[in-house]
Structures are given as C-alpha cells and as structure tokens.
C-alpha cells in the first residue's frame, strides 16, 4: 500500500528537505503501477462473448422440462376388522378393486397395503403435458395373514399408464378451471389379473378419460367435481363389455395457506358383462361403491402434503363399524 505524505510548505523543496526531483519521480512510479494495474485488469477481465451462460446440452433441456412427483394412498381395515384385531383386508375402495358380496361388502380381497405412483410429467410446449405413471402396492400385512388372492410378494404391480394432462380451459375471472387426463393403461400387473377376464378373453388395455373440473366462489371456499370414464379393451375389442364411470364432487375450505378440510362423495357404476354369452352383453351398470370421507389436507413444507381422512361406505344401510374405515393421501414433489 502506497501513502503520499502533502508538501505542507513548497519552501521545503526549495531548501532541499524534500527535492522537487525527487518528488515528481515518485509521483511518476505511482502513476505508472496504477497505469500497470489497470492494463492487466483490462486483459483478465472476459470478454461479453465469454461471460455468455454456455448452451445447456440436449439432456438438461429435457431434464428442465421434467417434474417427477410421487402420490401414495394408506387403506386400512374396517373398524370392525380394527376391534377385532383382524388388519389382514383392506376396506373397498375404486384404486383397489370390486367389494365381494354379503356382510364382507366393504372388505376387499387385497391386504392392507399403501397403492404408490410415481409421475414423470413432461411439458414439451403445449397446453397439456405428456405423463407416464408407474404403479404399484405395497402389502402392510404379514405374508401368514394375506388371504390367497393376492401375490405374496413385497411390490405388487399395477398397471402402467401413460397420457396427456393439463389445464384445458380456464374462464377471465381465473374462478372456473378445467384439467383432463386422457391416457391408457397398460397391462403391467401380475398375469394373472390381465387374463382370463372370467373367460372372455385376455386384456389388452384400458382406454381412459380423467377430468377435474373445480370453482372458487372465494379465497376459502371451492366446489369440485372429479370423473372418471374407464373402458376395458378385451382381445381388441372395443365395447362395453367392462366399462366403469366414476364420479366424486367434492368442497374444499381452506383454513389457512398451508391447510384445507375437504369432504367428498364417491360413486362408482361399472358395467361386466364378460361372463355373458355374446348375445347377452348389453351394458347393465351395477351399483359398485359409494362412500364418504373427510379430510385434512396440510402442506408439511413447500414439496410435501399430508391428508388423513375417516371414509363411510354408504352403500348399504344400516351404518355399522364395517362401513367406517381410515386412510390418508400423501404426495411429494421430487422435481
């Protein structure tokens, strides 16, 4: 570090305390090193064309396009399985499968388990994304206790699906959206559960028609419906042999940023006419499944949300412990 001291009297230099000569060739090797200082800044500074961000490679332009989420649902017994200590079924509900019969209606023939799917979502410039969903269970039951319907085996398959999602519509105000999910499932599950369908034939796919229509009638409360058009492709026939329409209209409240309460209603008609003769297979819908349920939903941080919730088969009358079951949905941004 430099320091120049000032001349306080020039008669200084006149009287040779401090001579002129010397005092302008100290100035001169200051004026120089600054001169210095600022060529070599000059040269080590890039240059606009190099301080340009590098073009980003074909796969970080894929991988910026790309959302990766997960979505898992717990399905418990009923609360009269609970009290008996019997947590072998689960209760019925439209991820899991047909409820048999009689005084079991509302316990289905899989374990308890946590039904899993991973979204790889790509938004490749449209209006809707490409979606591919891997899914699968996991048991939550002993291998001893599970009954002889299912695969003893720690994963069980479901069957792919892949489609389009998005935002289709959306009204000025920004109150009333629209989102759909056209897309088919692939028969990835266990053999078993893609063949034979009771004799008609093997599956090739289900052709899928998802939507969510939703309302905000203010910052706290939205009004919901959520549908569900699923057909069932037998040996490459397309009829109705096996089609399902699913339907929930449900109210959301929201408390506060990160909570809501929502309540729901589901009703699910299936027609399954695979077991008829040929000439018997006009579309008969049967009432499959209605229910009930409450939840809390919370945001847990900016990536994870939690909702439990208490669901009421409804189909049957009157309301017992067998028609009382638990669950929770949870989901997770992982990109």
């Known amino acids: ?79 009269d399985d609970m009290e008996k200590g019997n947590w072998r079924n689960a209760a019925t509900s439209p991820e899991f499968g ?10 289905d023939t899989w374990p308890m388990n946590m039904w899993n799917q991973i979204s790889f979502n790509f938004n490749f410039g449209s209006k809707m994304n490409f979606v591919v969903n891997p899914r699968f269970a996991v048991p939550l039951t002993p291998q001893k206790d599970m009954s002889s ?39 990835t599950s266990r053999g078993s559960r893609s063949s034979g369908q009771g004799g008609a034939g093997t599956l090739s796919n289900q052709l899928e028609l998802a939507y969510l229509a939703t309302y905000d009638f203010t ?34 409240y929201t408390i506060d940023d990160t909570s809501r309460v929502q309540v729901y209603y589901e009703n699910m008609l299936e027609t399954d006419r695979r077991k008829k ?34 669901g009421c088969f409804v189909n049957d009358t009157p309301i017992t412990d067998k028609s009382i079951w638990l669950g929770a949905w949870v989901s997770y941004q992982i990109k």
């Not at 040779?16 to 070599?40: E, H, R, T, W």
């Not at 800044?41 to 332009?61: G, H």
């Not at 479901?158 to 759909?180: A, P």
């Not at 040929?278 to 939903?297: C, E, H, I, M």
């Open 149 to 187: 319907g299912e695969d003893k085996s720690l994963i069980l398959l479901d069957d792919l699906l892949f489609g389009f999602q998005g935002v289709v519509y959306t009204n000025e105000d920004k109150k009333f959206n629209l989102w759909i999910r056209p897309g088919m499932r692939l028969p």
């Open 98 to 107: 047909n409820a048999p019969s009689g005084d079991k209606k509302n316990e």
């Open 277 to 310: 003769p040929t000439g018997d297979r006009d579309p008969v819908f049967k009432d499959l499944w209605q229910n009930v349920f409450a939840g809390y939903s919370k945001d847990i941080n900016s990536k994870l949300n939690a909702m439990p919730f208490i």
């Open 219 to 252: 910052k706290t409360w939205q009004l919901g419906l959520f549908g569900q058009f699923r057909q069932w492709v037998i040996d490459d026939r397309f009829n109705s042999d096996r089609f399902r329409f699913y339907t929930a209209p449900f109210v959301q």
């Open 1 to 79: 570090m430099f320091r120049i001291f000032p001349i306080e009297n020039f008669n200084d230099c006149k009287e040779g305390n401090i001579s002129m000569k010397s005092y302008f060739v100290l100035i001169s090797l200051f004026s120089a090193l600054l001169i210095n200082v600022a060529s070599a800044q000059s040269v080590l500074k890039p240059s606009a064309r190099e301080m340009k961000p590098q073009e980003k490679k074909t796969f970080d332009k894929f991988y910026d396009r790309l959302r990766i989420g997960w979505f898992g649902v717990l399905t418990t017994p009923h609360f």
